[in-house]
């Protein structure tokens, strides 16, 4: 296995960050940014902080400086967070008898003189949190200040998160190969005769031993569970004869890998050749997969790159068995802006990136999904993944 070096996010990318924020903060006349433990905390600091009970909390004044609060216990690995190593946000380091609330408060006061021209600074200006910051934090928080009208942080952070620098779409690309190592290296075989389960393992050991740091998922959907797109790989044995889909994906860097192939499992000397509608739905599928990259540029519409591969489905009759989006954004989350989904009319911006998976799912006898993590560039797309895409047959 040769070990790509990974890029890493220089320390003063943090600050521009934090410095944009700001900006957008002001502009939209908020008091401060909140974001509790999860990724927009991770995108602004590079702190990667653990999800428990205790409060950790980068708190953005609109005019001053960013402070992270951690419990006592934590502040070491905060104070080892990139932003806040190079100086860019302090450290408070809260005790278990303190009052960690009452701390992210007096963090966000901010200086009225240092902000002219804005209301950030008001009493009744807004307060940005971030989407993931658990009820118990916001119901507090709203109890301490009860004059203030609460919003989302990804009002001023979406836009910026879903432009991604070329080091992120690095780290993209480095998991996305990861992926397809695991993936063709599964295909490689035995399956039949084992169960979903056992192969799931498999691939998560797969995905950590080609360079992710942990393993997210392992959908492993044999024969009639292949229909059903989020299958919970379970005890049922793969035959031979049978479509299997693997949908996989891990993270490695911070930034997500997710990747699915359909494959038929003929067994020992291709025992079973692939069902002749199993290879008119796949190629149908890679079709409308192709369709949907095709269409990918600075400027179109989030909708525009799912009706591109609906349309295709549509028009060969299988319109209502394709039953999800055609695709997410990925980055720091498996899941996150922009959507490719009818109805939203934001447009794509280069640094974009997201998965493009269409899927026809025929109840009780099998399904099929093809998807690639995409990047939209100035010119051409980049699809980050490289297995193949037409039907692809193994003994297992
Ligand atoms: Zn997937
Ligand atoms: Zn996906």
């Known amino acids: 296995v040769t070990v790509a070096t990974r890029p890493e996010i220089p320390a003063d990318r943090y600050a521009a ?169 599964i295909t490689a075989g035995p399956l039949v005769g084992r169960t979903e389960a056992d192969v799931s393992r498999e691939i998560r050991d797969r995905l950590v031993a080609e360079g992710h740091d942990e393993a997210s998922f392992a959908i492993v959907g044999s024969g009639p569970n292949s229909a059903s797109p989020h299958h919970e790989p379970g005890e049922r044995r793969i035959q031979p004869g049978e479509a299997v889909v693997l949908d996989i994906g891990g993270m490695l860097g911070g930034y997500g890998s997710d990747v699915t192939r359909t494959i038929w499992v003929a067994g020992r000397d291709r025992q079973v050749d692939p069902d002749p509608a199993f290879t008119e739905i796949h190629e149908l599928v890679r079709q409308a997969n192709a369709a949907a990259v095709a269409t990918v540029r600075p400027g179109v519409r989030c909708e525009a790159v799912d009706a591109a591969a609906r349309d295709v489905i549509t028009a060969a009759g299988h319109g209502a068995e394709f039953i999800h989006r055609v695709g997410h954004g990925i980055g720091l989350e498996t899941h996150e802006d922009p959507y490719l989904v009818g109805g939203n009319v934001d447009r794509l911006v280069a640094g974009a990136t997201f998965s493009i998976e269409p899927g026809i799912y025929l109840a009780d006898r099998f399904g099929v999904r093809i998807e690639d993590i995409v990047a939209c560039r100035d010119g051409d797309p980049e699809v980050l993944n490289a297995l193949p895409r037409d039907a692809w047959v193994v003994d297992g």
């Open 17 to 185: 960050r934090l410095e944009r924020v700001r900006g957008a903060l002001r502009s939209a006349g908020a008091a401060g940014l909140l974001a509790g433990a999860g990724p927009e905390l991770r995108y602004l600091t590079g702190y990667a902080a653990p999800l428990l009970e205790r409060l950790t909390m980068l708190v953005v004044p609109a005019d001053g400086r960013p402070t992270l609060l951690a419990p006592r216990l934590e502040a070491m690995r905060g104070e080892a967070a990139p932003a806040a190593a190079a100086g860019y946000a302090g450290v408070a380091a809260w005790d278990e008898t303190d009052d960690p609330y009452a701390l992210a408060i007096q963090a966000l006061a901010t200086r009225p003189e240092g902000m002219p021209g804005t209301r950030a600074g008001q009493p009744d200006s807004r307060v940005l949190v971030s989407g993931n910051l658990w009820a118990t934090h916001v119901l507090e928080l709203q109890r301490r200040l009860p004059d203030r009208a609460f919003g989302l942080a990804a009002e001023v952070l979406r836009h910026l998160r879903m432009a991604k620098d070329d080091d992120e779409v690095g780290l993209l690309r480095l998991a996305a190969e990861a992926a397809d190592r695991a993936l063709a290296g």
